[in-house]
């Protein structure tokens, strides 16, 4: 059975702060990673990592696959006040499901 | 631009009672799927099609059928509700079945009293 591991589950930093979250899977014949965002409502996307493309960056957000270790992480600089988010983890394999992690619930306080 | 378009988006059942919540896309994807979201669990997928005719279970399909006659339509039906699948239900699809991005819908909120 498919299995996306992520960690912390909760998360309290200070404005201005850099976070690195983290996440594991394991999935039958690996063929990507996803990262979603999640405010109020439905979840959107951030970045997609593959075999072909195991390091993404926009913004303040950026993102690196280690295949070897199978796990990835979603670096965020500079965060900023505005809420919670709850970050999510997803990997794909060759069954097409696509498996998620709990998230990661991210605050930021000023 | 729709994307993917879900009806309801509340929902407040009586235990027993069947419904259907519907999703739509417009976007020619080949693969929809459906998740519910609980607090503290992440979206664990119910059940999931990689084309028209084409169905399979995912991690948490017990209490739900689904059916895809049709490309643009997945919907999902509760056929005796249960206070247990008192949920968030997202649909979301992706234009290929093997990989990409998936398109989210606003989501559904269900309560079953």
């Known amino acids: 059975e498919d299995k996306v591991v992520q960690s912390p589950l909760s998360l309290v930093v200070h404005e201005g702060d850099t976070v690195t979250l983290n996440c594991s899977y394991e999935?039958?014949?690996?063929?990507?990673l996803l990262w979603y965002k999640q405010e109020k409502k439905a979840p959107t996307f951030l970045f997609m990592l593959t075999s072909s493309g195991i390091e993404k960056k926009s913004g303040r957000l950026s993102s690196i696959l280690d295949k070897k270790e199978l796990s990835s992480i979603l670096n965020i600089t500079a965060t900023q006040t505005g809420g919670s988010a709850i970050y999510l983890c997803?990997?794909?394999?060759?069954?097409?499901?696509?498996?998620f992690g709990k998230g990661t619930l991210l605050t930021v306080n000023p | 631009n729709a994307g993917v378009t879900q009806t309801p988006k509340f929902q407040v059942l009586k235990t027993g009672q069947s419904m259907t919540l519907q999703c739509a896309q417009d976007m020619n994807h080949e693969y929809m799927s459906w998740y519910r979201q609980d607090p503290g669990m992440g979206l664990r997928l119910i059940h999931y099609s990689v084309g028209a005719g084409i169905t399979d279970q995912g991690e948490v399909p017990n209490g739900y059928n689904v059916s895809r006659s049709t490309t643009e339509d997945f919907p999902l039906r509760l056929l005796s509700a249960a206070p247990s699948q008192t949920s968030v239900y997202f649909c979301?699809?992706?234009?290929?079945?093997?990989?990409?991005?998936?398109?989210f819908g606003e989501g559904s909120r269900l309560t079953v009293l």
């Open positions: 979301a699809s992706s234009y290929l079945a093997h990989t990409g991005e998936l398109f």
């Open positions: 997803a990997s794909r394999g060759s069954n097409y499901k696509l498996t």
């Open positions: 999935v039958t014949n690996f063929r990507s």
